[in-house]
């Protein structure tokens, strides 16, 4: 009996796709009872102005929460895209400075945050390198370039283009949300109906035989850490315009709300199984959760340890339905 060679055109298995509208449909359902929680608890959420203001401070967490899940489908991690944000930062505040347009300062953002991130891949996937050894490294590299050409000092004083992207509203809504939509658009169109997408699914589900498939493995992972690299650039965009300041000490810590969007969003840290949709969700319960808690009054210190337990649940579940699935497929 012949058989067939695995169809490397599915972007899921039909088991995961299962299990991946399950999570999004959990993570959606979490999403909407915190909302009403907080509607009941407080009658300040869930006023217009409030909703607005929390989904524009999902932003930055948000578009830097795409390049992650990339990242995390294919069972990698990237712990630079935190000082990756503030070297691409530094690099649009001096080329802003040197009297360049807002295009050019953008276009030498997204160079800096790309080859840092091409940098990543390369050091995964042709060095053997651990993700989380090669992008530690990177995170302190990415920071001190940052530090030696800002000086350790801020930069501040852009031109009102840069500065309309924070403070313009289309139809009410602030446009960095809907920068911020158009790219979860983008993202999600890349990942289920190309084939760098389904490549990604395939890698983080079973890498070896990705190989064998006849997957570019390895030009793959530099293309998902440069990917990883843009949103970094992006956010640093976002970011820039709403502080109207470049700091080299930005983004320390984003990485680690960047991958609980993720993890919350139900894309699991295993890799092959997750979606930009899922991430969305995660990014928007964390602002709510903030958000919520502000107005509730709690302190800054239990917010962290509230964010801790959401992830750490998260976390359990997602291993939950992983043996879940194993066992339905034995």
């Known amino acids: 009996m012949i058989r067939s060679s695995p169809n490397v055109d599915a972007p899921v298995p039909p088991l995961w796709h299962r299990l991946l509208r399950s999570r999004e449909a959990g993570t ?25 203001n929390v989904a524009e401070q999902s932003t930055i967490v948000g578009t830097l929460a795409i390049g992650m899940t990339f990242v995390i489908l294919t069972g990698g991690i990237d712990l630079s895209v935190g000082s990756v944000v503030a070297l691409a930062g530094v690099v649009l505040a001096l080329v802003l400075r040197g009297g360049h347009g807002v295009p050019l300062a953008m276009l030498a953002a997204f160079a800096a945050g790309i080859s840092a991130g091409a940098i990543n891949g390369a050091l995964v996937a042709f060095g053997r390198l651990p993700a989380f050894i090669a992008t530690l490294g990177m995170m302190s590299v990415a920071r001190g ?22 403070t313009t509203r289309v139809g009410g809504v602030p446009v960095s949300v809907l920068i911020m939509l158009a790219l ?7 990942l289920h109906y190309t084939m760098l997408g389904r490549s990604t699914y395939a890698i983080g589900g079973n890498e070896e035989a ?9 030009r793959t992972k530099v293309i998902i850490y440069a990917i990883a690299g843009a949103s970094a650039a992006a956010t640093a965009v976002l970011l820039l315009a709403r502080l109207n300041s ?5 983004g320390i810590g984003y990485e680690l709300d960047a991958i609980a969007a993720v993890v919350i969003g139900g894309t699991s840290l295993l890799g092959g199984a997750g979606s930009v949709t899922g991430t969305l969700i995660g990014a928007l319960i964390m602002s709510v959760l903030r958000n919520g808690l502000n107005l ?35």
């Not at 990705?210 to 390895?218: E, H, K, Q, T, W």
């Not at 210190?301 to 992830?311: K, L, N, R, S």
């Open 145 to 166: 370039v940052a530090l030696v050409l800002a000086d350790g000092r801020p930069i501040s004083g852009f031109p009102d283009a840069l500065r309309a992207l924070s």
């Open 184 to 190: 979860f658009a983008l993202a999600h169109f890349v």
């Open 246 to 250: 470049a700091q080299p000490i930005a």
């Open 296 to 330: 509730l009054g709690v302190s800054s210190y239990v917010q962290q340890i509230a964010i801790g337990v959401v992830i750490v649940v998260a976390v359990l579940v997602d291993m939950a339905l992983h043996k879940r699935s194993q066992t339905l497929t034995v």
């Open 210 to 218: 990705s190989r064998l498939a006849g997957i570019p493995v390895a």
């Open 28 to 52: 959606g359902v979490g999403l909407l009872v915190l909302c009403l929680g907080l509607w009941i608890a407080t009658p300040f959420f869930a006023t217009v102005d409030n909703l607005l």
